[in-house]
């Protein structure tokens, strides 16, 4: 079975500073892979996917970057925080190609940058 | 550009009568639409969606929703609720057709089930 993974769950950091927070897929093949982003009391928000290793697609123009550097791995970055990026992160992924596919949501991240 | 609204912020209903919770959505052609619950702290898990074939989708924990194109809706219903389906329930939508990955979610509707 297909199970996806992201960590950490909780993430304290000061303004200014860099972010990594990682995904991994396990059991599926070449999925698509993305982040939402989702503010409090607000909906989700796609910043990034990704349909290939090295294919990032940015919906959002903001102070944040994805890499996917392996099939099953993608990497959300910030090379400096803002106080705009607290929020709560999800990943997900979907079968390839398919856009009426569901989405299959990680437990996710909580960013509080202060 | 496609968009869901969802009207309401929140829903109390209680435990043992019939939930609705409303969605509507904005898209170019025929929408692929979507229900999924997340609870505190927690991922978004799938409930259902609808792509095309019977109005009526059923999906998990009882859950059903309505496909309404003219009034272009996508209700979701329970016909009991219980005080465990109290949780965050988000609609979304995606237009049809290749490279279309967007998927759109509207603000989310927390539902209260009250013993």
């Known amino acids: 079975s297909q199970t996806i993974h992201q960590w950490p769950a909780t993430l304290v950091q000061p303004v200014g500073s860099p972010l990594s927070l990682e995904c991994t897929v396990e059991g599926t093949s070449n999925p698509n892979l993305y982040w939402y982003r989702q503010a409090a009391g607000r909906g989700l928000q796609l910043l990034f996917y990704s349909v290939g290793i090295g294919q990032i697609s940015s919906e959002v123009p903001q102070n944040l970057s994805a890499s996917r550097p392996q099939d099953r791995q993608f990497i959300l970055s910030s090379k400096k925080l803002l106080l705009s990026d607290s929020g709560f992160y999800l990943c997900?992924?979907?079968?390839?190609?398919?856009?009426?596919?569901?989405?299959?949501f990680g437990s996710g991240t909580q960013l509080s940058v202060l | 550009a496609q968009s869901v609204a969802q009207p309401e912020d929140q829903v109390n209903v209680a435990e043992g009568n019939p939930l609705t919770v409303k969605c509507t959505y904005s898209?170019?052609?025929?929408?692929?639409l979507f229900w999924y619950v997340q609870y505190p702290n927690r991922g978004l898990q799938f409930l259902l969606k609808?792509?095309?074939?019977?109005?009526l989708v059923k999906g998990s924990y009882g859950f059903e929703a309505e496909f309404n194109k003219s009034q272009t809706s996508f209700h979701l219903k329970k016909p009991s609720a219980l005080v465990s389906d109290s949780a965050l329930y988000f609609c979304a939508v995606r237009a049809p057709g290749a490279g279309s990955y967007q998927l759109t979610f509207g603000k989310g509707t927390k539902l209260s089930v009250i013993p």
């Open positions: 609808y792509i095309t074939g019977d109005n």
């Open positions: 898209v170019s052609g025929n929408p692929y």
């Open positions: 997900a992924w979907s079968k390839t190609r398919a856009t009426n596919e569901k989405l299959f």
